[in-house]
């Protein structure tokens, strides 16, 4: 094998370092501007209303029904395990404690980012193919500050309220399947619950849904902005949006929890 054969695995390697470098720097950039703009006037805040109701409100169908049946199967699945070990008596704690520190925010977080970054980087994208971002700062109106700014603001305040909804929902699936199904006293389930159920673990999920909302608006603002041109460029940036803003919230996820949680 010539020299240049045993250098080309190096040299993809260093070209991809590279280019993963060049791309964190970028978004880093990215966040930081935003960060900026976020503090300096002016506020649209009519597009943060708008943003209000379209991230918040109208994604709490897919989340409650997510909670709900999420509940009652984790209420079945502890249930099963836990009557090998004579604990059948955990499941209302468990459930509560398992939808309120992960299951709650986590699956929040996800169905947000299918719904809400693809959408975001569709709608950029689109406005960036049909060169409306363009005709943006023809009129020295900044398309992040104008576009990113609000949305980003409105998932990182609906986000925790989303995992609040949900914990409860995924709570009652809990309930409706403890009491219908697995034979537990509805009082005694309840009482279950509120013994165990300590305020840091409704309080951090609620830190987690706050940051996995920063992160869905943001891949959805960055990748729709950097969208290619055509609608192959605007798919190709929603797909990219999703996936990385689910990647990010995964791994975000296990960070604060060695953080809140350190053994």
């Known amino acids: 094998m010539t020299r240049a054969g045993l250098l080309a695995p190096l040299a993809v390697l260093g070209r991809a370092t590279l ?3 060049a791309g964190s720097g970028r978004l880093a950039l990215f966040v930081l501007g935003i960060l ?10 009519r597009e943060l209303g708008q943003q209000l109701l379209h991230i918040g409100w109208l994604s709490l169908p897919v989340v409650g029904l997510t909670a ?9 699945q502890i249930y099963a395990g836990g009557s090998r070990f004579n604990a059948e008596s955990v499941v209302p704690s468990i459930v509560a404690i398992g939808m309120t520190r992960e299951l709650g925010p986590v699956l929040g977080g996800l169905m947000v980012a299918g719904r809400v970054a693809a959408a975001i980087a569709a709608e950029i994208g689109t406005m960036k193919v049909t060169e409306q971002i363009d005709a943006l700062t023809t009129l020295s109106t900044d398309p992040t500050k104008y576009l990113a700014v609000p949305r980003v603001l409105a998932a990182t305040l609906t986000l925790p309220l ?7 929902i995924g709570i009652l699936g809990g309930y409706l399947v ?11 389930y ?3 619950t509120a013994d165990y159920l300590e305020a840091w673990d409704v309080i951090s999920g609620l830190i987690k ?20 041109r055509g609608a192959r460029g605007v798919g190709r940036a929603t797909t990219k949006a999703v996936v990385a803003a689910s990647i990010l919230i995964l791994g975000a996820n296990y960070l604060l929890t060695e953080v809140f949680f350190r053994a």
């Not at 709900?68 to 079945?76: C, D, E, K, N």
């Not at 849904?209 to 290619?228: D, K, T």
């Open 209 to 228: 849904g706050a940051v996995f909302g920063f992160i869905v608006a943001v891949m959805g603002c960055y990748h729709g902005l950097r969208s290619g």
């Open 19 to 21: 280019g993963l470098l």
């Open 36 to 45: 900026r703009h976020i503090v300096t006037p002016p506020w649209y805040l």
């Open 162 to 168: 989303l995992v609040a909804a949900g914990d409860s």
């Open 190 to 192: 309840l009482d279950n």
């Open 178 to 188: 403890g009491i219908s199904r697995l034979g537990f006293d509805g009082v005694t």
């Open 68 to 76: 709900l049946f999420t509940g009652g199967a984790l209420a079945l």
